[in-house]
T-cell receptor, first 115, second 110 residues
Framework: NAGVTQTPKFRVLKTGQSMTLLCAQD?????MYWYRQDPGMGLRLIHY???????AKGEVPDGYNVSRLKKQNFLLGLESAAPSQTSVYFC??????????????FGPGTRLTVL | DAKTTQPNSMESNEEEPVHLPCNHS???????IHWYRQLPSQGPEYVIH???SNVNNRMASLAIAEDRKSSTLILHRATLRDAAVYYC???????????FGTGTSLTVIP
């Protein structure tokens, strides 16, 4: 049981390049999330998904797109990377949205640098 | 959304108890209090959560004030592996978002 995995672990992009971050979970969770964490700050929610084929915006969605074509995968795309998107990106998943049972399980993170 | 206030940093000696405070004066009646921690270079991990009553699990205890405007995460016996950033989060009964804030960085001194 791998839990939540993220690919790649590190990436360096030039301004204007595009890339996709992949998140996979093997816990059959309905809900998946993408966060970013800037130095010295807490995590901020970018986008989330409440099930296969559905996505929604979080706190800081601009400049990112997401897709959830399969229940176990949640993709985060940067169409035209900017230096302001340099950050560590975390994916998480949970069973459901109820406050009692929605413990979120996090991946190890992807460190992205945009030059 | 309701926000939380935590000290930026705290220190504790190894094998001593640690009390990590959190203020959430704007908490509403249905908000759950969640605690997560983030070890260096890792993603956050769940620690404990509660609504009104104090809660215990194998990792920690959560003491919630009677008026629910503050709570305290208690690590009964700090180890070096407990050095992490601890986040206190309010979880609305509706909506689907966690607001992590900046957390408390705990240093454990051998």
């Amino acid at each position: 049981n791998a839990g939540v995995t993220q690919t790649p672990k590190f990436r360096v992009l030039k301004t204007g390049q595009s890339m996709t971050l992949l998140c996979a979970q093997d816990m059959n969770h309905e809900y998946m999330y993408w966060y970013r964490q800037d130095p010295g700050m807490g995590l901020r929610l970018i986008h989330y998904s409440v099930g296969e084929g559905t996505t929604a915006k979080g706190e800081v969605p601009d400049g990112y797109n997401v897709s959830r074509l399969k229940k176990q995968n949640f993709l985060l795309g940067l169409e035209s990377a900017a230096p302001s998107q340099t950050s560590v990106y975390f994916c998480a998943s949970s069973w459901d949205r109820g406050p009692i049972t929605d413990t979120q399980y996090f991946g190890p993170g992807t460190r992205l640098t945009v030059l | 959304d309701a926000k939380t206030t935590q000290p930026n940093s705290m220190e504790s000696n190894e094998e001593e108890p640690v009390h990590l405070p959190c203020n959430h004066s704007t908490i509403s009646g249905t908000d759950y209090i969640h605690w997560y921690r983030q070890l260096p270079s890792q993603g956050p991990e769940y620690v404990i959560h509660g609504l009104t009553s104090n809660v215990n699990n194998r990792m920690a205890s959560l003491a919630i004030a009677e008026d629910r405007k503050s709570s305290t995460l208690i690590l009964h016996r700090a180890t070096l592996r407990d050095a992490a950033v601890y986040y206190c989060i309010l979880r609305r009964n509706t909506g689907n978002q966690f607001y992590f804030g900046t957390g408390t960085s705990l240093t454990v001194i051998p």
